[in-house]
Nanobody
Framework: VQLQASGGGFVQPGGSLKLSCKGS????????MRWHRQAPGKQRELVAD???????NYADSVQGRFTISRDNARNTMYLQMNSLKPEDTASYFC?????????WGQGTQVTVSS
């Protein structure tokens, strides 16, 4: 099982980024997929998740600014991030639950700064 995240970068406050996460080795379309993030000195937090049927959930801190989506034909999940704030600066990870454990991809760094 592999999860490959990409799309991070440096952006000014108010800007946008779109993260992608491609999965392999799993029945992607059946899995709930999640985005987590971790800022320096802080605990990891759940940003958003999307179940196989497409229903979504968001952390209060990103509600209305971030949109999670998935393309099962491409085994890919996305996170559209708009109106970015400095407090969104973190490493972002895609995660799924597989055979009794969470599987984490490598992080992609998002830095929001003027």
């Amino acid at each position: 099982v592999q999860l490959q995240a990409s799309g991070g970068g440096f952006v000014q406050p108010g800007g946008s980024l779109k993260l992608s996460c491609k999965g392999s080795g799993i029945a992607f379309r059946l899995n709930t997929m999640r985005w987590h993030r971790q800022a320096p000195g802080k605990q990891r937090e759940l940003v958003a998740d999307i179940i196989s049927g497409g229903n979504t959930n968001y952390a209060d801190s990103v509600q209305g600014r971030f949109t999670i989506s998935r393309d099962n034909a491409r085994n890919t999940m996305y996170l559209q991030m708009n109106s970015l704030k400095p407090e969104d600066t973190a490493s972002y990870f895609c995660v799924t639950y597989y055979r009794g454990r969470d599987v984490w991809g490598q992080g992609t760094q998002v830095t929001v700064s003027s």
